[in-house]
């Protein structure tokens, strides 16, 4: 009688009936979803890659620009120090007396330090500039990066 029980019992199950045709239709629109955000994390991407080559061409360009700048700086501060050295050198050949010669040496030696302090000063400005004009075009797509990020 159990063996009755047993097979009227499997008789009377249904099992759910599998549709191909829903499956499918699943299935492509879950590798549809997929391919549409592919595309969007690709567009994203490529976006973010163009950005940056442009931030670090113009960074390049700044770079080149600045590093004329202060190379013109640096020869035009040499150019001054070799000629007040070569007067004072010509008034030390004119002198006519040792204390004569201590004389121009104090005044070479003070209009130097003056000069230094001054050069230095200068290239302080101008490397200061530097760092903020090379570093600019970084920081901003950096900065849109983050609002990016936060957007998102």
């Given amino acids: 009688m159990s063996k009755t029980k047993t097979a009227d019992t499997i008789e009377n199950v249904e099992f759910p009936s599998f549709d191909a045709s829903k499956a499918t239709d699943q299935i492509r629109a879950f590798a549809e979803k997929g391919v549409e955000q592919s595309k969007e994390a690709y567009a994203k991407l490529k976006t973010g890659a163009e950005e940056t080559q442009k ?6 360009e700044t770079a080149k620009t600045v590093s004329s700048d ?5 020869i035009a501060a040499l150019r001054a120090n ?23 040496q104090t005044a070479f030696l003070r209009k ?11 290239f302080q400005a101008v490397a200061s500039k530097a760092a903020e004009e090379v570093s600019k075009p970084i920081k901003t797509a950096f900065e849109k990066a983050i609002k990016d990020i936060k957007a998102a």
């Fill in 55 to 60: 931030a670090l061409e113009s960074t390049y």
């Fill in 70 to 74: 202060l190379s013109l700086k640096t």
């Fill in 82 to 104: 070799a000629e007040a050295g070569f007067s004072h050198l010509e008034a030390l050949i004119g002198a006519k007396s040792l204390s004569e010669v201590v004389e121009l």
């Fill in 112 to 122: 130097r330090v003056e000069l230094t302090v001054e050069q230095a000063k200068d």
